[in-house]
């Protein structure tokens, strides 16, 4: 097979999310997310949410790496890896720290401005999301977060904002981060900003109805931003972002089959579809009726949706699921998502089961059901990588996952698939979202950072890194 099949202006480069790398938690005016009160855990032992911050739990979001004060470093070392595009989020508590106010906080506009600025001395094109798992603290308090419709409005003020400011600066944008987190029960507090007392994270009450009425005003915001942006800028570009996992039937059975497709259905598929057609797929309905779900469309929602569909569609992409009907298989799986081990492939320590011939799968069958523009926005290992006592991480096992991605990224291209860029995840290390950790480290670049809060923020590159470089210089021939 030809070496070839990157286009000239694919976009290589890499993603982070603020409340998992900026720091600065309640610096230059910003105000409390959720993510705020997320106490450190780790693969062992869950996160806690806690209803105010408590002096004897660690916060891993309030420093995080700083990028909050690192960031012309930081996009040098990108420059120098030689990314074209940086993902990264606005939180929204830096624009307006409840959520509610009708002025926006200058100080949080101007911080995204120069981090734009310095990305644009670098030729480097931001892809922003808009939301990435910061609800603001005080949405949750006094509205239960997207459960309440006036979500939408405040969404769409924060967004007027920086759709505004940002014209000229930004081009890609999208809207929510992994909205179909809220297709399963950590999605109330993870995407939602949704708290009934003060829980853990993953063992809070789940109320599917609310759970997804939540969801619907999510879709509705986001179609909403997209008409938006578009008479802001005729030139946006904005995109749906799913956490994307295929679903393989455990054995040929037909009952392993029909739950395989079932699940990816309403797991992987719905949010997309109704982003990318702007309506409820069919199968929904009936999804709905077995589990006693409720979702109430108001007046001017379904032509809402339909007006505002995305431009392309972007999905993390970590590790693919199976199904089985089998009681003895069902749950035989480690990851938190469920479902069956696959017995012919490897599990990471967190239990994710990497799978890259899946990705070409799952690039081949999005564009089959879309047609539209594709971008992988995430995809990494998250590890234990050990620093030398000479200072450097020899991270082969991280190369050895990107270039077998990469690679199946390049069949796809030339199977047919129109897929215009690559960001991997945590390009950066970061603080991991699911467990609270610093341990788990998913960068190309090491920084020092530990989980007992220590460190002091150095960042060092790894060997992934120069391999990264080399990749990105050869457009995709040298892996
Ligand atoms: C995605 C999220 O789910 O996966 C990121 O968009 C997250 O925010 C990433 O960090 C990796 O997951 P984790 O739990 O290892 O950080």
Redesign the pocket.
Known sequence: MSKQGFPADFLWGGAT?AN?FEGGYDEGGKGLACADLFSSGSHTEPRRITAEIRDDLFYPSHDAVRFYDHYKEDIRLMAEAGFKVFRFSINWTRIYPTGMEEEPNEAGLQFYEDVFRELAKYGIEPLVTIA??DVPLYLTNEKNGWASRDLIDLYLKYCATIFTRYKGLVKYWLTF??IN?ATLSFGNYLSLGIRHGESDFLHQEDRPSERYQALHHQFVASAKAVKLGHTIDPDFQIGC?I?YMPRYPRTCEPADVLLAKQTEAMHSHFCGDVQVKGRYPYYAKNYFESQGIQVDFAEGDEEALLAGTVDFYTF?Y?LSLCASADPAYANSGKSVIGGAENPYLPTND?GMQTDPVGLRISLNDLYTRYEIPLMVV?N?L?AFDKLTADGHVHDAYRIDYHRAHIEEMRKAILDGVDLIGYTI??CID??????GEMA?R?GIIYVDKQDDGSGDYSRLKKDSFYWYQKVIESNGVEI
Do not use: D, P, R
Request: no cysteine.
């Open positions: 999310a998992q990435h798992f981060n992994e987190t972002m956490a993390s970590y967190w995430e990494g998250g995840w945590g970061l603080v991991s979202a699911s467990t788990k998913y």
